[in-house]
């Protein structure tokens, strides 16, 4: 398991910019596929965006498709989330994962962000909170 911590949340007006950062201190974030989930009050974790292991192909959920963007940070051993016009409904908690599993076997994003339960390193996660 790797030791992940995310960092970067806060509080932001809509349409602000906010960039969370997972890095990670024991491994090479790039040898994983590397998620970022987010879990509104009340809700489920969901997959929100998510990056390949091997070809660097991303999957993200249509809310934020255009808006947000992951990308490695090799420099700074991280995973980075560039959320761009935010709205209130991006709220919540912001968690990124690893899984070994979805490594080995070349899970493709879009079913990295629908199986969380692959995961097996997760952060502490770090909130974010949009008003209106």
């Known amino acids: 398991q790797l030791q992940l911590l995310e960092s970067g949340g806060g509080l932001v007006h809509a349409g602000e910019s906010l960039r969370l950062s997972c890095s990670a201190s024991s491994s090479s974030l790039d040898e994983y596929g590397v998620s970022w989930f987010r879990q509104a009050p009340g809700g489920d974790r969901e997959g929100v965006i998510c990056l390949s292991a091997h070809d660097g192909t991303t999957f993200s959920q249509d809310s934020v498709k255009d808006r947000f963007t992951i990308f490695r940070d090799s420099h700074k051993n991280s995973v980075d989330l560039q959320m761009n016009n935010l709205k209130p409904e991006d709220a919540g908690i912001y968690y990124c994962?690893?899984?070994?599993?979805?490594?080995?076997?070349?899970?493709?994003?879009?079913?990295?962000?629908?199986?969380?339960?692959?995961?097996?390193?997760w952060g502490q996660g770090t909130q974010v909170t949009v008003s209106s």
């Open positions: 994962a690893t899984s070994r599993l979805a490594t080995i076997t070349a899970l493709p994003p879009r079913a990295m962000c629908h199986s969380p339960t692959v995961y097996d390193s």
